[in-house]
């Protein structure tokens, strides 16, 4: 069987170094990797359009944004499909025939959905859209015959509905569906980086993001105004690492090469941290040494990105021919589903 990958992301806004070391950077990895036989990059749009559907512009609009992210951090056209959700209609028809193995109870017991709705403060008026996606979500892995979806540890949750609605309908039509696994990324300090401000999420609306568009002094200003250990308020002053934004992001991004380069009274980030901890080192200083480092891994992103938005006629021909190779596989996909549903009357 072939070893196939499915994931993507919601075109809301520019993509952020959150998502490049969560889930970007791996991306690059296996498709370099030779490990998998199709790689398949969603952009979500028709999932977005569910608690965004009185601002299509705002997704409209960020398609490209995200595409000229993916290009710019590596995704390669010859290697990885990149398509767009709402290009392939027949994602919608295999929801619809999905909706009927799952009850409403089970869709709102899903940790991530609760915590989603929560955070949209969706409260009595949810969209029965954003109720579903789960569902939904599993007609995209089941579409293009994914056996391998890269997650955060947030998003197992709704992988296992899918596992579940992938064994219902093959216990009922006979195997007909593949059913997916989850890949975790193995670097821990990957899954989740907080924002600049030390909240737990990065968020457009809450600014507090690193763009991978940022261009240098915007990098520099915001790692500069960082929120760190509110308690280490004199360079004497032990601090902490553990939960400080300036560290967390060093654990995602330094490398030995950096402090050759940038630190080298320092031979690694665990002598850097035991130093602050201790006692007697400057915020300023960690952020510095954070921002040569920033600055270096962004930069090539940056350039190649601004190249790419110089021509959007190509990046949206990128996606268009991703987008048909990717339907006709869903279309042969939904033809097995209603054939095994005994619904191919025509066939």
Same mark, same amino acid.
């Given at each position: 069987?072939?070893?196939?990958?499915?994931?993507?992301?919601?075109?809301?806004?520019?993509?952020?170094?959150?998502?490049?070391?969560?889930?970007?950077?791996?991306?690059?990895?296996?498709?370099?990797?030779?490990?998998?036989?199709?790689?398949?990059?969603?952009? $979500? +749009?028709?999932? !977005?359009?569910?608690?965004?559907?009185?601002?299509?512009?705002?997704?409209?609009?960020?398609? &490209? /944004?995200? =595409?000229?992210?993916?290009?710019?951090?590596?995704?390669?056209?010859?290697?990885?499909?990149?398509?767009?959700?709402?290009?392939?209609?027949?994602?919608?028809?295999?929801?619809?025939?999905?909706?009927?193995?799952?009850?409403?109870?089970?869709?709102?017991?899903?940790?991530?959905?609760?915590?989603?709705?929560?955070?949209?403060?969706?409260?009595?008026?949810?969209?029965?859209?954003?109720?579903?996606?789960?569902?939904?979500?599993? $007609? +995209?892995?089941? !579409?293009?015959?994914?056996?391998?979806?890269?997650?955060?540890?947030?998003?197992?949750?709704? &992988? /296992?509905? =899918?596992?579940?609605?992938?064994?219902?309908?093959?216990?009922?039509?006979?195997?007909?569906?593949?059913?997916?696994?989850?890949?975790?990324?193995?670097?821990?300090?990957?899954?989740?980086?907080?924002?600049?401000?030390?909240?737990?999420?990065?968020?457009?609306?809450?600014?507090?993001?690193?763009?991978?568009?940022?261009?240098?002094?915007?990098?520099?200003?915001?790692?500069?105004?960082?929120?760190?250990?509110?308690?280490?308020?004199?360079?004497?002053?032990?601090?902490?690492?553990?939960?400080?934004?300036?560290?967390?992001?060093?654990?995602?991004?330094?490398?030995? =090469?950096?402090?050759?380069?940038?630190?080298?009274?320092?031979?690694?980030?665990?002598?850097?941290?035991?130093?602050?901890?201790?006692?007697?080192?400057?915020?300023?200083?960690?952020?510095?040494?954070?921002?040569?480092?920033?600055?270096?891994?962004?930069?090539?992103?940056?350039?190649?990105?601004?190249?790419?938005?110089?021509?959007?006629?190509?990046?949206?021909?990128?996606?268009?021919?991703?987008?048909?190779?990717?339907?006709?596989?869903?279309?042969?996909?939904?033809?097995?589903?209603?054939?095994?549903?005994?619904?191919?009357?025509?066939?």
């Amino acid at each position: 069987m072939k070893k196939i990958i499915l994931t993507g992301d919601r075109p809301t806004g520019r993509l952020h170094i959150g998502h490049y070391v969560g889930s970007l950077r791996s991306r690059v990895e296996l498709q370099e990797s030779g490990a998998y036989d199709e790689i398949n990059i969603m952009i $979500a +749009d028709a999932q !977005a359009l569910t608690d965004n559907f009185d601002n299509p512009d705002k997704v409209r609009a960020n398609i &490209l /944004e995200v =595409a000229l992210d993916y290009l710019a951090c590596g995704i390669a056209p010859e290697k990885a499909t990149i398509l767009i959700q709402s290009q392939i209609p027949e994602l919608t028809e295999l929801t619809f025939y999905y909706m009927n193995l799952v009850t409403l109870s089970r869709l709102e017991r899903n940790p991530t959905v609760k915590a989603e709705l929560k955070l949209r403060n969706f409260e009595g008026n949810i969209p029965m859209g954003f109720l579903t996606y789960p569902v939904s979500q599993t $007609a +995209d892995i089941t !579409a293009f015959r994914a056996d391998t979806v890269p997650v955060g540890e947030d998003q197992l949750p709704m &992988l /296992e509905q =899918a596992r579940e609605i992938v064994r219902s309908f093959n216990a009922l039509y006979g195997e007909t569906l593949v059913e997916p696994k989850a890949l975790l990324a193995q670097n821990k300090a990957c899954l989740r980086l907080p924002g600049t401000d030390g909240k737990a999420k990065m968020s457009k609306s809450l600014g507090n993001c690193i763009y991978l568009a940022d261009s240098a002094d915007e990098i520099r200003q915001k790692i500069m105004s960082m929120y760190t250990d509110p308690n280490h308020i004199q360079v004497s002053d032990p601090g902490n690492t553990r939960d400080n934004p300036v560290f967390l992001y060093l654990d995602a991004f330094s490398s030995p =090469a950096h402090f050759e380069r940038y630190l080298p009274e320092y031979a690694s980030l665990d002598e850097l941290k035991a130093h602050y901890e201790r006692g007697g080192l400057g915020d300023v200083k960690v952020k510095k040494f954070l921002n040569n480092v920033l600055q270096e891994v962004l930069a090539p992103i940056r350039e190649k990105r601004e190249k790419l938005a110089k021509d959007p006629g190509t990046v949206m021909a990128i996606l268009k021919k991703g987008s048909e190779k990717a339907r006709e596989t869903a279309a042969a996909t939904l033809s097995d589903v209603k054939r095994a549903m005994k619904i191919d009357y025509f066939a």
